[in-house]
C-alpha cells in the first residue's frame, strides 16, 4: 500500500526554469493538496482539489499552477522558478474533503533549491 | 481566521523525561485539532486528533493531548520520552469547511540519552 506518492524526491532549478512536481495517491481519496513547508513557518497550503476537475487557492498559490489530471493524480507546476520557491513540498490526501475532523495522507516531499 | 501558535522552536528533554509541547489556538467557531510528526525525511503522520466529545485524547507511540477551550490550548505530552521520539511535531486547527487546515510553525524535539 504506496499511500501518496511524490515524483522527483530532490530537484535542484536555476531561476526561470519550469518544471511539474507529480503526486499520485492510490487510497481512492476525492481530496488532494498541495503544501509548502519552510523552517519555523510550519506548512502553507498553496492549491487544493476537493474533488476530481476541481482546484482552488489555498494561502500561498502565487508563482504555482496545478492540474488534477484525474481522481489518484494532482500536479504542481511552477514556470518560472525563484530562489524564495526554494521548499521542501508536500502532496497530500484525504477523504472526505468536507469532513473537517478527517486526517491528511502525507507524500515524503519534494526538497526543491532554486539557485 | 484561524491560527496557531507553538510556544519553542525546539524542546530539549532527557530520555526518561516528561514530554510538554505546547500548542495555542485561535478559532471563531469549535475546533478540530490535530498533532502530527514528522520524522527525517518523511511526510507528516498523524498522532491524534480532537474533534468532540472528550477533552483528553491519546494518540499513537504513548502520546495524549487535552483539549481547553477556557485557554485555547492543545498541548501535547508524553510520560516519559524514548529516543525514537526525536522527530518534528506539528499542531494543526482545521475550519469547519474542512477546507483548510492551518498550521503551527513546528517544534523540534531532541531526546538525550
Known amino acids: 500500500n504506496a499511500g501518496v506518492t511524490q515524483t522527483p524526491k530532490f530537484q535542484v532549478l536555476k531561476t526561470g526554469q519550469s518544471m511539474t512536481l507529480q503526486c499520485a495517491q492510490d487510497?481512492?481519496?476525492?481530496?488532494m493538496y498541495w503544501y509548502r513547508q519552510d523552517p519555523g513557518m510550519g506548512l502553507r497550503l498553496i492549491y487544493y482539489?476537493?474533488?476530481?476537475?476541481?482546484?482552488d487557492k489555498g494561502e500561498v498559490p502565487n508563482g504555482y499552477n496545478v492540474s488534477r489530471l484525474n481522481k489518484r493524480e494532482f500536479s504542481l507546476r511552477l514556470e518560472s522558478a525563484a530562489p524564495s520557491q526554494t521548499s521542501v513540498y508536500f502532496c497530500?490526501?484525504?477523504?472526505?474533503?468536507?469532513?473537517?475532523?478527517?486526517?491528511?495522507?502525507f507524500g515524503n516531499g519534494t526538497r526543491l533549491t532554486v539557485t | 481566521a484561524q491560527s496557531v501558535t507553538q510556544l519553542g522552536s525546539h524542546v530539549s528533554v532527557s530520555e526518561g523525561a516528561l514530554v510538554l509541547l505546547r500548542c495555542n489556538y485561535s478559532?471563531?467557531?469549535?475546533?478540530?485539532l490535530f498533532w502530527y510528526v514528522q520524522y527525517p525525511n518523511q511526510g507528516l503522520q498523524l498522532l491524534l486528533k480532537?474533534?468532540?466529545?472528550?477533552?483528553l485524547v491519546k494518540g499513537i507511540n504513548g502520546f495524549e493531548a487535552e483539549f481547553k477551550k477556557s485557554e485555547t490550548s492543545f498541548h501535547l505530552t508524553k510520560p516519559s520520552a524514548h529516543m525514537s521520539d526525536a522527530a518534528e511535531y506539528f499542531c494543526?486547527?482545521?475550519?469547519?469547511?474542512?477546507?483548510?487546515?492551518?498550521f503551527g510553525g513546528g517544534t523540534r524535539l531532541m531526546v538525550k540519552p
Open positions: 478559532s471563531s467557531v469549535p475546533p478540530y
Open positions: 482539489s476537493a474533488s476530481e476537475g476541481t482546484t
Open positions: 497530500a490526501s484525504r477523504e472526505p474533503h468536507s469532513a473537517a475532523n478527517s486526517p491528511l495522507h
Open positions: 480532537y474533534t468532540t466529545g472528550a477533552t
Open positions: 487510497m481512492n481519496h476525492n481530496s
Open positions: 494543526a486547527v482545521s475550519n469547519n469547511a474542512g477546507n483548510m487546515l492551518t
